[in-house]
Every structure is written in C-alpha cells, then in structure tokens.
C-alpha cells in the first residue's frame, strides 16, 4: 500500500527570513536627520538651529534659512555612530552606522528677489535600505534597528522678500522597499527507490524596488533686530512601507505521479514612520560672540501605524479530488495598536567665537535635547523596546575667510561628537507566563562626524 503523501507547508516567517535575508545583503543607505542630526554645527548645538542653520543643514532644520544667506556653497562631511545598547543583561549587537553627509546650495536674485536652491543628502555607505521583519512578542529597539539605514534627500527652495524675512519649502525623500521573491522547480519526495531532497531542482529570482516616500517641509525665519531671530517650521508625516510578495512554484515528485502546486505568501508592514513635526525656534546673540539657541517642537507620534507585519498564504495543490485535504489559507490577523504618544521635545545650543579676527573664527558649541519615549509601558504581547533620550553634543571648527585667490568666499570645517544616553527601563509583564518575560534595557550612543564646506560670493 502506498504511503499518503505528506505536504511540507512552509511557514509565512520562514519565507520571510529567506527573502529578508537575501535583502540584506544587498549594498548601500542613509538615515533620517532627527535621529542623529545631521550637519556638524547643527548637531553639535542639540539640532536647536531652525532660527540660525544657513548651511546645507538648513534643508531638513529650516529651508528658510538658505536664504539668509549669500553666494555658492557646497558640503561634504562623515559621521559614525555606534550603539551600546543592552536588553535582558547583553549587548544587542546592532549595527553602527556610516554614513556621508553633505549638500549643495545655490543662491542668487530673480529681478531685485534673493532666492536659493538646495539639496541635502544623508547616504549610508553599506546599504541603500533594510527592514526586518518580526514577531510581535519578539523584542526590538524599533527606532534604531533599521531606521539609521533609510536614504534621505532633501530639495529645497527659498526667497527673501525683505531684508528681515525669508521663506522656505521643501520635499524630503525616503527609501520604501517592494519586493518579490520567487521559487520555480521540482522538489522530490524521498522513497525507497533511493530518491532524495537533495535531487531536487530549484531555481530562485530576486526583484526589489525602492519607492519613494516624500515628505513637504516649510519654514519662515522673521529677524526683527540683528540680536535676534526667531523662525516656525512645519514637517510632514511619512509611512516608510515594507511590501513583500513571496511565491514556490513547481511540482511535487513522488514515486507514482507529480503534482504541480503553489504557495504564495504576501507581507506588509510600516517598516518605518517619520512623525509630524511643528517647531518654533529663536536664537540671540547675547553678546558680540555669544549666541543662544533654543528650538521646541511637537511630534505627532500618536499617527504611528503598527509597526507589525500582516501577512497571508495561499497553498494550490492540483490533486485529485479528496486524495488529500489541504490545510486552510492563512488570514491576515487584527494589527496590534502600538498606541504611541505625542511628544514636545525641547533642543538648546550655545555658540561662541573664541580668537575672532577679520579673517578667522574658531566656534565652540555644546547643545542639549531631552525626549521622552513615545512607546507605551510593554505590559502585554508586544515587546517595542525604547527610552528617554538625553542627547549631549560639542563641536568646533574653524571659519577662514577668503583663504585663497581662487576661493573667494570662506572655508569652513566642523566636527562634532554626540552621546545619548538611554536610561535603563524595566519592563513588568502582566502576564507571569509570558513568553518572553519581564527585562531591562538601556545603553549609551556615540557618534562623531566632521563637514568640510567651501563657500563662493
């Protein structure tokens, strides 16, 4: 008598880790700017600069500001970050992050109107995107796993209509992944004939895109006096989708027959969420040398879609009818409501030139920002790990002007470093047989980064 034949079913997360671990591998990517900043003076002042950043910087903190200022500018900078982060007593091992910074701004009048262009780009120099895809219960730093390694590209516009007023607009872009991963062949089922696994012939292709996800940024900057600015900045909101379709088709080879069948598994999930953002900012200069910076916003964390994946599968198996009975697609379930909280985030930066004379500067800052976690206590199925974050920055640089014949403008250089500190949180489950259980996480971020800028008049 011959033996029912047995159907191996794979399941939706083991499809899944095959075709996230194949992305993976893929080269290149950029991180979005509220994570680390971005630019070495506007980091190393807490990134509290939407009253003062006239640099490249200037297209994600204020696109208003590149109109404050005067002539051709281009950027080119490095920054590395590493985490030192820990979750139940060990190290989670995530990856640090390298990345280039830099931009390009072009300024100039339409009639008697100063206006400016600007482009600003974060790239990572390993990937181009990532998202990993995982189980609720499982926990995971959800803001520093995958988000440092986005592409971020920022255009942006401004004019200055009066001497003591400029507006600015512009578009950020995001990388989003959309993939299919596909199995053709034939698989055969072991026998006593000698048959094995391993005469099976399978073939797989791999197709990804990167869809963008754009973002409109506006800004304004009113400098009532020359001791004082002050500035309002809107950011939009942006869902940074992972869209995966994963097929096996081929036949299924026995001793008696083949059967022709299919499994299709389909994933979609918000791998990434870029909150709403409304800033006001004002920057003094207290005394000749001596500028203070202070900028609040308000990030709409609540629109924060699940970060869960929903998945489904659909098993065709062309057999004759009752010669063996199918197991019943999969559903995508409920999403779990991540339920994360708005926030008000403040940033303050100090400035001061030490050593100024008519051709060279050396600025000293040092900045500071506080923002509270956004994630909920973890008490039930979901394990989103995050903490409140103090970020403490300093930096220097040197401001040279006209440095050359051929230059005719300024040279400046700036490098920064930066730690967050992630107080250790302890998470209590309300259910003692959880299945992970209660833990404690926390840890520390360093990063450093230098620009190097040449400005033409």
Avoid: C
Wanted: aromatic share 10%; hydrophobic share 40%; proline share 7%.
């Amino acid at each position: 008598m011959m033996e029912p034949l047995r159907l191996w079913r794979p399941r939706p997360a083991t499809l899944l880790a095959v075709v996230t671990t194949a992305l993976a591998a893929r080269p290149a990517a950029a991180s979005p700017p509220d994570t680390y900043g971005i630019g070495g003076r506007s980091t190393a002042l807490g990134g509290a600069v939407s009253a003062s950043a006239t640099d490249f910087s200037a297209g994600y903190y204020n696109p208003a500001g590149l109109a404050q200022a005067s002539g051709v500018e281009l950027s080119f900078g490095y920054k590395y970050a590493g985490h030192h982060l820990e979750l139940g007593g060990r190290s989670s091992q995530l990856d640090p992050v390298r990345e280039m910074v830099g931009g390009v701004i072009a300024r100039g009048t339409v009639g008697e109107l100063p206006v400016a262009f600007g482009i600003t780009a974060q790239i990572s120099t390993e990937r181009l995107s990532r998202f990993r895809t995982r189980r609720a219960e499982e926990p995971r730093w959800l803001l520093y796993e995958d988000r440092p390694h986005l592409l971020y590209l920022g255009f942006s516009a401004a004019v200055r209509p009066v001497d003591w007023a400029s507006l600015g607009a512009g578009l950020a872009v995001l990388s989003s992944t959309r993939g299919r991963f596909t199995i053709t062949g034939t698989v055969v089922q072991p026998d006593a004939t000698g048959a094995s696994l391993d005469d099976s012939q399978l073939r797989h292709e791999v197709d990804v895109d990167l869809t963008p996800r754009r973002i409109p940024l506006f800004g304004v900057t009113l400098k009532p006096t020359e001791a004082v600015s002050v500035a309002a900045v809107y950011r939009g909101q942006a869902t940074v989708d992972f869209d995966m379709k994963g097929e096996l088709r081929g036949d299924v080879q026995t001793v008696a027959f083949t059967l022709p069948a299919a499994y299709e598994v389909m994933s979609r999930s918000a791998g990434d969420f870029v909150p709403r953002q409304f800033v006001v900012g004002v920057e003094l200069e207290a005394l000749r040398r001596l500028r203070a910076e202070l900028d609040v916003a308000y990030v709409n964390w609540a629109a924060y879609e699940s970060p869960f994946a929903r998945t489904e599968s659909q098993l065709t198996l062309a057999a004759p009818e009752g010669f063996l009975d199918l197991p019943p697609d999969s559903e995508p379930g409920a999403l779990l409501d991540p339920q994360f909280e708005d926030r008000v985030v403040p940033r303050i930066g100090v400035e001061y030139e030490v050593g100024a004379t008519r051709d060279l500067a050396l600025p000293i800052r040092v900045g500071y920002a506080f923002e509270k976690s956004p994630v909920p206590e973890q008490t039930g199925q979901s394990n989103l790990v995050d903490n409140d974050r103090h970020v403490m920055a300093f930096g220097s640089g040197l401001v040279w002007q006209d440095p050359a014949d051929f230059i005719p403008g300024e040279l400046r250089f700036d490098f920064v470093g930066q730690w967050t500190r992630l107080p250790t949180r302890v998470t209590l489950k309300d259910n003692p047989a959880d299945y992970v259980g209660d833990y404690r996480a926390g840890g520390d971020i360093f990063a450093v980064g230098a620009d190097l800028s040449v400005g033409f008049r």
